[in-house]
């Protein structure tokens, strides 16, 4: 019987341990939750190398364990992130305009954020939709 309930623990400890762990939902934008089809949704994994600093200006950073996820629920639109790479304090930023339904990620290519589009079952990369950077508007020249 000992023998049983060994092998009963065993796989239970084994299924709990291949179960990946929490993924934290925030929605960023005001009012009734939406469906996924009206929103963006920006997934951080505590595992990833990229941690979230600013989200258009606003302080969002969280610890998050390596086995969890964030999913931050955006309104379609510009939006500018500000991302640190590993344990570093130094804070980039990058900006996606992004469409209702889809799924983004930030990673660095080449030693600079990017946003990928990102499959929502699978997480696998998609394309590069990092959207340039909106220069600030020039004052116009006074008039003689």
């Not at 606003?58 to 640190?84: K, N, Q, T």
């Not at 079952?121 to 004052?139: F, H, L, R, Y």
């Amino acid at each position: 019987m000992s023998k049983l309930l060994l092998s009963w623990a065993l796989f239970f400890a084994l299924m709990v341990a291949g179960c990946p762990g929490p993924t934290f939902v925030v929605q960023q934008y005001a009012g009734p939750v939406r469906a996924p089809a009206e929103i963006a949704t920006l997934r951080v994994n505590g595992g990833d190398s990229v941690r979230l600093i600013t989200l258009d200006g606003e302080d969002v950073r969280a610890p998050l364990e390596v086995d969890s996820r964030l999913h931050i629920e955006l309104l379609p639109g510009r939006h500018r992130f500000g991302v640190a790479r590993g344990t570093s304090d130094a804070v980039e930023e990058v900006e996606v305009v992004a469409e209702a339904g889809k799924v983004y990620r930030v990673t660095f290519v080449e030693a600079a954020p990017h946003v990928l589009e990102v499959n929502r079952s699978s997480d696998a990369p998609g394309a590069d939709v990092t959207a340039p950077p909106v220069a600030p508007p020039v004052a116009p020249l006074p008039t003689p």
